[in-house]
């Protein structure tokens, strides 16, 4: 019961998040997830105990210093280890968020998804040997071909160029398209090359940042990325001096997909406020990010805790775990108006170990008012 509170769903739950339910726990290890699984009152109580003891003991002030101001140089070293061998490529993304697909693109101030609007979410894999726990496992991307670097544009090229830029209305990168999606915090594309790949329409340009110049250099260096159509640039969202390489009211799409979860959560909001004043009239936040007891959360050790519900993982990168209202505020103190923001308890099965794996994450759609 305890439970329901921060996982609560506004209007009612959503009907369909895939097309699996667990009806019989006997049948629990014939597939690898079932969608919409309820939680009962035991395991409930059981997460919140095990956060209240996972968090009692904080990390020492001096090193959660540490832990902030080196934030960048822990997510190079995640990606110069694992390169673009680590995320799957998130294909799923245009049945969770069709506004990224091309029949979107045509009238995509009108008819956007409403609260109610079902869907089904496929399944996702969590892998114990990166940063915590990920909700997609080590797998090598079938866009993980690579050009030779020295055919690429260096990342502190692109960053030099983009610190002199003057941004205006009318001549920016992008500026001659028809539909611009921002992707923060890329990583080294899995979001972005699905994108481009699926999404053909000759009015499309994706911009994508991440704080890890190792991540934006394999993007770049990638056999996928087409600077007509992409920029990928070095980019803090945390960092309030740093400007985008677009104008205000320029971005019809902005995708946080487990993104704010690294942010400190004290920076979060002026971060969302600045993304929100990048977006047009009627243009769309689009979130998914880890909910209140995930797994994850409930698998941390004691001193790993920096803040309530704020952690840091075996390798230095941060997660935070969220409540629906908590990202409810953080949108809608940006101007922002609710079209979706919706739990999914999945249950995850590693048939092979005969292991179940709880997760729990939060899916948001915010509008601009037009």
Not at 144 to 149: I, M
């Amino acid at each position: 019961r305890a439970l329901k509170s921060p996982l609560r769903v506004p209007n009612g739950k959503r009907e369909q998040f895939g097309s699996r339910f667990l009806s019989d726990p006997a049948r629990v290890f014939h597939h690898n997830a079932w969608d919409n699984v309820e939680w009962s009152e035991e395991q409930a109580a059981a997460a919140e105990k095990k956060v209240r003891e996972n968090s009692a003991q904080r990390m020492p002030q001096e090193k959660q210093v540490d832990y902030e101001i080196n934030a960048h140089k822990y997510w190079n070293d995640f990606y110069k280890i694992h390169e673009n061998g680590f995320f799957k490529d998130r294909h799923w993304l245009f049945t969770e968020f069709p506004e990224l697909a091309p029949s979107q693109n045509q009238n995509h101030l009108k008819g956007l998804l409403s609260e109610d609007k079902k869907s089904e979410i496929p399944e996702y894999r969590s892998s114990e040997d990166g940063p915590g726990l990920t909700t997609e496992e080590q797998h090598k991307s079938s866009s993980s071909s690579r050009r030779d670097k020295t055919q690429a544009p260096s990342v502190k090229n692109i960053t030099q160029k983009l610190s002199h830029l003057g941004i205006c209305a009318d001549e920016f990168p992008g500026s001659s398209a028809t539909y611009r999606i921002l992707e923060v915090g890329c990583g080294v594309g899995n979001t972005v090359f699905p994108i481009l790949q699926t999404n053909n329409d000759p009015g499309l340009f994706v911009y994508c940042c991440d704080f890890s110049s190792t991540a934006v250099e394999l993007v770049q260096t990638n056999s996928e990325y087409d600077p007509s159509r992409c920029l990928a640039f070095v980019h803090d969202l945390c960092d309030e001096d740093q400007s985008y390489p677009m104008p205000r009211d320029s971005l019809d799409i902005i995708i946080l997909v487990f993104v704010l979860s690294a942010v400190a959560p004290d920076k979060m909001q002026k971060a969302v406020n600045r993304l929100s004043r990048l977006l047009r009239p009627g243009g769309m936040m689009l979130l998914r990010d880890y909910g209140r007891y995930d797994m994850a959360q409930l698998r941390f050790k004691k001193g790993q805790c920096l803040s309530e519900n704020f952690y840091v993982r075996g390798d230095g990168t941060r997660v935070y775990f969220f409540t629906q209202d908590e990202l409810d505020t953080l949108f809608t103190a940006a101007g922002l108006e609710k079209v979706q923001n919706l739990v999914d308890h999945r249950l995850q099965v590693n048939r092979g170990k005969q292991l179940t794996m709880y997760r729990v994450w939060i899916q948001c759609k915010y509008r601009k008012p037009l």
